[in-house]
């Protein structure tokens, strides 16, 4: 059972446009979520995180939207670079405090120049 | 450079080897967590350890596997009599207890049983 749902495998998206990655949950106890950057051959590197009482994080340009009726959440990156060509995962954790994170199956972010 | 360092990077074994990798995590990180990731999937939680703790282990996918983290600082996983099955990536991380949310990974190690 998928607990963490990523349906777009791939995205494109032109140079300095924006760039929206979403994510679908159905464990109503996740409360603390991260979106990670894999670039091949590395680990995960961390993005940005929100926790289940906020709905909005922004970070330079990265901000990540939660909608916990809807069991959604989303990452936006403007204006988008070449650099950020990348997979990306949502990963999700409850409230047992160790963190251990479901990760959904990533999505493939490429930005054309 | 101070973050999670894993050896080796890649490692090639017959089926039927037993094989160990190791995981040095950030100085201060008192939390250690190993992942699996296969083609076209996310990481999979394995197993995780608070200080020389595991805390819990129900996740490592057969009694073929087992992790230490002897002194709280290090630590390693094991996968006795490999499998092709288990050719993947094995990622550590690791967290510091008062702000844990946040994981910091390792480049992992790169699986191939023959």
């Known amino acids: 059972d998928q607990q963490v749902k990523q349906n777009s495998p791939s995205l494109s998206v032109q140079e300095g446009r924006i760039s929206i990655l979403n994510c679908d949950y159905t464990n109503s106890m996740f409360d603390y979520f991260l979106w990670y ?5 590395e680990g995960p590197t ?5 926790s289940s009482i906020k709905d909005k994080n922004e970070d330079g340009r990265f901000t990540v ?11 936006h990156i ?7 060509s990348a997979v990306y995962f949502c990963a999700a954790s409850g409230t047992s405090g160790t963190y251990k994170y479901i990760f959904g199956t ?8 | ?19 160990t990798f190791r995981c040095d995590p950030i100085s201060e990180h008192n939390r250690l967590y190993w992942y699996r990731q296969t083609l076209g999937q996310g990481p999979e939680f394995l197993t995780y350890f608070q200080n020389e703790a595991q805390l819990e282990k129900s996740r490592l996918l057969s009694d ?7 002194k709280g600082s290090f630590s390693t996983l094991e996968i006795q009599r490999t499998e092709q099955g288990d050719s993947a990536m094995y990622l550590c ?15 992992g190690t790169q699986l191939s049983v023959l």
């Open chain 1, 106 to 113: 990533g999505t493939r972010l490429k930005v054309l120049a």
């Open chain 2, 64 to 70: 073929r596997f087992s992790a230490e983290r002897p």
């Open chain 1, 78 to 84: 403007v204006p988008s670079q070449p650099g950020d």
């Open chain 1, 65 to 75: 939207f939660l909608n916990k009726s809807a069991k959604h959440l989303s990452l």
């Open chain 2, 93 to 107: 991380a690791s967290s510091l207890l008062l702000s844990g949310e946040k994981l910091f990974f390792g480049s």
């Open chain 2, 1 to 19: 450079d101070t973050g999670v360092s894993q050896n080796p990077r890649h490692k090639i074994t017959k089926r039927g080897q037993n094989v």
């Open chain 1, 37 to 41: 950057k894999k670039y091949p051959a």
């Open chain 1, 46 to 50: 961390f993005l940005i995180s929100i």
